[in-house]
């Protein structure tokens, strides 16, 4: 099986997913109780006013129609460029919309409609919260694995001793630790007392966004960091002990590089897989970090739209935390074939 196949096939895969995990939860989204035309509204508004804030929001139709709407809307083909004023003179209400693919032109549109709290496309809205959740989960899967790896080698290689001993205990007390608790005893201490960092909030300028990035992708450091501790840890103990490192010493091999070059290697195929599924889940937005911290990432915005029954935003949401988790699978799948040949020739052999 070649790359390109490989990745044919996964893609395919992918959008069955997607759409499998996007129809479940416009199913629930449903069958909520609630209305959101009412939450638009507000409380004091006249009936009358609320039908027809329902016929606006096209609430008003079945859900089975609903449905159709919304992936007929997804993705379409439309002006190369958005428009922002008088849509209907450029053959249709594209204002909302997001170019995927320029095609001359013309461009394929991705859209997932109006907000219906904030009055704006959730493209835009989507567009201004993605980054800021792609650098957290980025910063704090960093974190995870450079912290986890470390400590785990080292409780490892110094078994039994009381390095080990301690590496593990902190690990299980990072494990035990709830994420909320982490990240305020980092604010009394690292913002508070010290007054070293931002206590919340994003800033204004690229610096003030690095410095306030800092706590919540320690947070998240420290919490996966413990989890990857005694993974890798286990891992390790398995391999040092196998017949094939004892060889390697018995040839001369530095303790460095037995454990670096050869045990560690290895022991990175769990560590590589957890991690992709922990990547697409920090995607999906740490809801509790970005909580604490005011962090206005993709969480934070996915709470408050099933809070306020924001069907669209949470459709988006949705779509965007599944297609993150989907690729990092993708991506765990490639770097299976770079840790173990046998993968790769395993797939290569699959399709003779």
């Known amino acids: 099986m070649t790359l390109f196949e490989f990745l044919a096939r996964r893609f395919a895969w992918s959008l069955g997913v997607v759409w499998a995990v996007v129809s479940i939860a416009f199913v629930v989204n449903v069958l909520i109780p609630g209305d959101a035309a009412r939450l638009v509204a507000g409380p004091q508004a006249r009936p009358a006013d609320v039908v027809h804030i329902r016929e606006q929001l096209g609430l008003d139709r079945p859900p089975l129609v609903q449905y159709a709407r919304f992936w007929a809307r997804l993705v379409h083909v439309g002006p190369r460029e958005r428009p922002r004023e008088r849509p209907r003179e450029r053959g249709g209400d594209h204002t909302s919309c997001a170019v995927a693919i320029p095609l001359g032109r013309a461009a394929v549109h991705v859209d997932f409609g109006k907000s219906f709290q904030m009055r704006q496309p959730v493209v835009d809205v989507i567009a201004e919260r ?117 060889t390697a010493r018995a040839k001369g091999l530095s303790a460095s590089r037995v454990v670096l070059r050869h045990a560690l290697r290895n022991a990175l195929m769990p560590v590589v897989t957890a991690a992709g599924l922990d990547f697409g889940a920090l995607m999906g937005g740490a809801i509790v970090t970005e909580t604490v911290f005011r962090w206005p990432g993709l969480g934070q915005l996915s709470v408050n739209a099933m809070l306020n029954r ?43």
């Open 130 to 246: 993605l980054p800021r959740t792609l650098a957290l989960a980025l910063a704090g899967m960093l974190l995870q694995l450079v912290f986890g790896a470390a400590t785990g080698v080292l409780a490892a290689t110094y078994r039994g001793t009381w390095i080990d001993r301690g590496l593990v205990g902190m690990s299980l007390l990072g494990v035990s630790a709830p994420t909320f608790l982490i990240a305020l005893v980092l604010q009394l201490v690292l913002a508070r007392e010290l007054r070293w960092l931002p206590l919340d909030g994003y800033g204004t300028t690229l610096g003030e966004h690095a410095l306030c990035l800092v706590l919540p992708a320690t947070t998240l450091g420290i919490y996966g960091a413990a989890y990857y501790t005694r993974l890798v840890r286990d891992e390790m103990i398995t391999l040092l002990a196998a017949d094939w490192v004892r």
């Open 310 to 352: 924001d069907s669209p935003v949470v459709s988006a949401c949705v779509i965007v935390t599944s297609a993150a988790i989907v690729a990092s699978n993708v991506v765990v799948d490639l770097l299976y074939g770079q840790l173990d040949p046998r993968v790769r020739d395993a797939r290569a052999g699959g399709t003779r």
